[in-house]
């Protein structure tokens, strides 16, 4: 089977020993430290910069009771600076449209269905497999930081131009986990902040490590600096640095070291740590500890494969085994056998399957399926993962 068109959520989720997160705050925080592109809290508050520097504004979210139709509006404050443009301009629609859905399904009423959180955009990060051969996986990070202290990081990732055989999505994109690369590229502030969490995380150190710590970070944020590339990806341009554990030559850097290196570094950054001299002179303040993570669950979205049927049961019925071989996370070759990996379809209706089971969860689509979404289609991929 070739598959045209999916999309893959890898998702890995931690806490902050915390009492309480002051979310504007963190928000502000990490737009400002340009460690996000953008964010937005559930009530709407959003936060970029712009050529303005740092702006913030609310998106209202409208959405009709009981029917898939909205409306999303960013009033900015004051309305006469710039709005997100490039990809923080795609952060924001996302951001929104994820919000509308989420209002759709659970409803604006509810006080404990999610916890307060906010939603930040990081950009692009390169997982680069080997310099010498270039081949690359690409993939936008979203992080959610929740009031109780919990995290929730989802690493998204969109299917290339190119057809991709079903043996090829399950070993390669499916157990994208499973990879070793050789070098991470990611936004230059992440690579310039991940260094001083790292130390910051070791610590505490005394006022002669502090200084070396000092001088060694202004060197690397140098090497940094130097080492950026800047990519042109369709709509968007990025700015992107070697990771810093991956400068190492010997290293070879998996998806949930990204992920740690993520949670550490964001919760350094809403922690209002001290930089600088005053971090000289006075050490670092207390930064929470981030605790054990839980590994990612892929959420897979299949919208368009060779030899679509025009409804989910169809779809069952002649690609089941298909479906069984990726929720099993393995290819098998056995069809019978493929299918004791096939749940139960989840969804009573015929626009497109929904499987759920320990390791992964997977929406397949049929055709009537996506001719019904047609007019709401994203050009850029957006798929609501709620």
Do not use: M
């Given at each position: 089977m070739q598959i045209h068109e999916w999309e893959i959520w890898h998702t890995y989720s931690t806490y902050i020993q915390s009492q309480s997160i002051d979310l504007e705050a963190a928000a502000c925080k990490l737009v400002e430290a340009e460690f996000v592109e953008l964010a937005m809290l559930q009530n709407?508050?959003?936060?970029?910069?712009?050529?303005?520097?740092?702006?913030r504004g609310y998106t209202d979210v409208n959405h009709e009771p009981y029917g898939?139709?909205?409306?999303i509006k960013l009033i900015k404050f004051p309305e006469d600076i710039s709005g997100p443009s490039g990809f923080a301009f795609e952060a924001w629609y996302q951001a929104a449209h994820l919000r509308f859905n989420e209002l759709r399904v659970i409803g604006g009423e509810s006080d404990t269905l999610p916890h307060p959180y906010l939603r930040a955009f990081l950009g692009q990060i390169n997982l680069i497999y080997s310099e010498e051969n270039g081949g690359k996986v690409i993939c936008y990070p979203i992080l959610n930081i929740y009031e109780t202290g919990i995290i929730t990081l989802s690493f998204r990732t969109i299917s290339p131009q190119s057809t991709t055989k079903i043996e090829n999505l399950i070993s390669g994109a499916v157990n994208l986990f499973?990879?070793?690369?050789?070098?991470?590229?990611?936004?230059?502030?992440?690579?310039?902040?991940?260094?001083?969490?790292?130390?910051?995380?070791?610590?505490?150190?005394?006022?002669?490590?502090r200084l070396e710590h000092y001088f060694l970070q202004k060197k690397h944020e140098e090497a940094v600096d130097f080492l950026a590339t800047t990519y042109d990806e369709g709509d968007f341009q990025f700015v992107?640095?070697?990771?810093?554990?991956?400068?190492?030559?010997?290293?070879?850097?998996r998806l949930q070291n990204v992920a740690l290196s993520i949670f550490l570094t964001a919760t350094h950054i809403i922690s209002n740590p001290r930089y600088g001299i005053r971090k000289i002179l006075f050490g670092q303040r207390h930064i929470p500890h981030v605790a054990?993570?839980?590994?990612?669950?892929?959420?897979?979205?299949?919208?368009?494969?060779?030899?679509q049927k025009k409804t989910a049961s169809e779809n069952e019925k002649h690609h089941g085994y298909h479906w069984g071989s990726i929720l099993a996370r393995t290819n098998i070759a056995d069809k019978k056998v493929a299918l004791n990996y096939l749940e139960k379809d989840l969804r009573p209706?015929?626009?497109y399957s929904i499987y759920i089971n320990l390791s992964a969860s997977l929406w397949v689509w049929s055709k009537n399926g996506v001719l019904q979404q047609k007019e709401h289609a994203d050009p850029n991929n957006g798929t609501s993962n709620l």
């Open positions: 709407g508050q959003t936060f970029w910069k712009s050529q303005d520097g740092f702006c898939s139709q909205g409306e499973k990879h070793s690369f050789e070098k991470v590229e990611v936004p230059r502030s992440f690579s310039k902040h991940a260094t001083r969490a790292s130390y910051d995380s070791l610590g505490p150190w005394n006022i002669f490590k992107l640095s070697p990771l810093s554990s991956s400068e190492e030559v010997s290293t070879k850097d054990s993570y839980w590994t990612g669950r892929p959420h897979i979205h299949i919208t368009n494969f060779s030899n209706f015929e626009d």
